[in-house]
Every structure is written in structure tokens, then in C-alpha cells.
Nanobody, 113 residues
């Protein structure tokens, strides 16, 4: 079973940037689409961004133009570059391989106003 481990979260001021990483225990990015989700307290987990095997990306409207999903197959790592962060981006961010039904443990992102 593959394992996913997120990192890169932290506390940042509004307008700042963070880059999240999702490291896989084996090479899955060349075979499966991947996604980033987030969950804020009291809210349902929300799909933020997806990337297909061929590299096609998609984003929820609230992050379009600010977030970029990417991956490095050679490093078995996926990224979420987050720019122009807003307090409403505060959440635990998770990476997921839907086809394998695997979630990472999450990384906390807190944006202060």
C-alpha cells in the first residue's frame, strides 16, 4: 500500500506564500491522477486542485490564479504552490490518490490577517 506524506504547512501572513509537498512511498504519479483537498474546522473537506497523469490541472474557483499544482515524477513528489494567501485559506491540507483510496495525514496551513 502506498503512503503519502504532506509537508510544508505553517503560519503565514495574508498575502504570503507557502509550498506544500506530498511525498509518495513509491512512484504512482505516472500512473494515477492526484489531488489536493483541504478542510477547515466545521466544514466539509473540499477539493482544491487536481492533476492528471498527462499533467492537466484543474482548480476550485476560489484558488484559481493563486495556487498551482505540480508534480515531479522522478522525486515521487507532488506540490501545491500557494500564493496571495487569504485567511479563508486556513485549513488542513491533504493529498490524495483517489484511484488507490489513499490519503496523507494532512498539514496545517494558517493564514493570519
Amino acid at each position: 500500500q502506498v503512503q503519502l506524506v504532506e509537508s510544508g504547512g505553517g503560519l503565514v501572513q495574508a498575502g504570503g506564500s507557502l509550498r506544500l509537498s506530498c511525498a509518495a512511498s513509491r512512484n504512482i504519479f505516472s500512473a494515477y491522477a492526484m489531488a489536493w483537498y483541504r478542510q477547515s474546522p466545521g466544514k466539509q473537506r473540499e477539493l482544491v486542485a487536481t492533476i492528471t497523469v498527462s499533467g492537466v490541472t484543474n482548480y476550485v474557483d476560489s484558488v484559481k490564479g493563486r495556487f498551482t499544482i505540480s508534480r515531479d515524477n522522478a522525486k515521487n513528489t507532488m506540490y501545491l504552490q500557494m500564493n496571495s494567501l487569504k485567511p479563508e485559506d486556513t485549513a488542513v491540507y491533504y493529498c490524495r490518490c483517489t484511484s488507490l483510496g489513499v490519503w496523507g495525514q494532512g498539514t496545517q496551513v494558517t493564514v493570519s490577517s
